[in-house]
T-cell receptor, first 115, second 116 residues
Framework: AQTVTQSQPEMSVQEAETVTLSCTYD???????LFWYKQPPSRQMILVIR??????QNATENRFSVNFQKAAKSFSLKISDSQLGDAAMYFC????????????FGEGTQLTVNP | DTAVSQTPKYLVTQMGNDKSIKCEQN?????MYWYKQDSKKFLKIMFS???????INETVPNRFSPKSPDKAHLNLHINSLELGDSAVYFC???????????????FGPGTRLTVL
């Protein structure tokens, strides 16, 4: 079974600064997908960014980018120019390409943005 | 226009009762899911339906029974509620893509269930 680990329960960043959230995963599969979801206090789960494992190029979405290291099974999220609205719980998630569409989530990282 | 909606958003009930949570998506997706988020914010899949057919059934007590009357709806019925069932339940939907492409799961707002 796949597992996803987020080793940072809490992180904080100053507004306008850059922060990196860590995620590692364990799998024996070669084809899979990785996601970062954001959960603000409103409780809504919002997709931030996704990465296909077969793609070598790191995904980017505006101020959000990932550092995908397939050999190391690492998938970190970098948030540039942090804004107050980025404060939320961030979840890393794994989805196998072969065994159905379930998402396996990490434990989450609570991000605080300080003004 | 809400893409994935759940009702109710909050549910407070007594132990032993039976309750249902409804989920509807207007995205035209074929696949729907139920996830449970516990008090430590950990999210775990419970069920998945594809075109009204059950495809994922995790180790969930038999007291939990999903029902999909059509592919736009996936309801969750819980019998004999226990204290440990208190959690936030999320519905989600996605549309399977072609080989090599990942579908994105869109989540509902969640239902906070409190069992007293």
């Amino acid at each position: 079974a796949q597992t996803v680990t987020q080793s940072q329960p809490e992180m904080s960043v100053q507004e306008a600064e850059t922060v990196t959230l860590s995620c590692t995963y364990d799998t024996s599969e070669s084809d899979y997908y990785l996601f970062w979801y954001k959960q603000p206090p409103s409780r809504q789960m919002i997709l931030v960014i996704r990465q296909e494992a077969y793609k070598q190029q790191n995904a980017t979405e505006n101020r959000f980018s990932v550092n995908f290291q397939k050999a190391a099974k690492s998938f970190s999220l970098k948030i540039s120019d942090s804004q107050l609205g980025d404060a939320a719980m961030y979840f890393c998630a794994y989805r196998s390409a072969f065994s159905g569409s379930r998402l396996t989530f990490g434990e989450g990282t609570q991000l605080t943005v300080n003004p | 226009d809400t893409a994935v909606s759940q009702t109710p958003k909050y549910l407070v009930t007594q132990m032993g009762n039976d309750k249902s949570i409804k989920c509807e998506q207007n995205l035209g997706h074929d696949t729907m899911y139920w996830y449970k988020q516990d008090s430590k914010k950990f999210l775990k899949i419970m069920f998945s339906y594809n075109n009204k057919e059950l495809i994922i059934n995790e180790t969930v007590p038999n007291r939990f029974s999903p029902k999909s009357p059509d592919k736009a709806h996936l309801n969750l019925h819980i019998n004999s509620l226990e204290l440990g069932d208190s959690a936030v339940y999320f519905c989600a939907s996605s549309q399977p893509q072609g080989l090599g492409e990942s579908d994105t799961q869109y989540f509902g707002p969640g239902t906070r269930l409190t069992v007293l």
